[in-house]
């Protein structure tokens, strides 16, 4: 088994597998980190500013899945903004837990009222 996880007779017209998400999370990511809802998610570890540690339940097969990354808050000129991790914001793929930042415009890692992370494989 390749590690991926199968929906038992659900197949895309085309005849290929469909994947379910591994794990996903929405936590607050400002003063004391909380998680909202999650799933396969034991905990949120707080690095520092902006700086966030996603560590599963269930450990990934291996380190080489995606994730998929939303931040939001209010700036300081009242707008909301918006954060997507670049390759340089992920500090390390584990099969027990993932690090990221989240940064703002700037590419300054920020904390985030509303952050959400999901993981496919």
Not at 49 to 77: E, H, I, K, R, W
Not at 100 to 119: E, G, K, R, V
Request: charged residues 10%; contains cysteine; hydrophobic residues 30%.
């Amino acid at each position: 088994m390749s590690g991926n996880i199968n929906f038992d007779g659900w197949i895309n017209d085309d005849g290929s597998e469909n994947y379910k998400c591994r794990a996903w999370v929405n936590f607050n990511g400002t003063g004391t980190v909380a998680v909202r809802a999650s799933g396969n998610v034991s905990s949120i570890t707080d690095n520092g500013t902006g700086d966030y540690t996603v560590n599963f339940t269930n450990a990934m097969p291996d380190a080489n899945y995606p994730c998929s990354f939303m931040g939001q808050g209010l700036s300081s000129n009242g707008w909301w903004r918006t954060g997507q991790p670049g390759a340089s914001s992920v500090n390390g793929f584990t099969t027990g837990a993932l690090r990221f930042q989240t940064p703002n415009s700037s590419w300054a890692a920020t904390d985030t009222d509303i952050a959400t992370l999901t993981i496919f494989r």
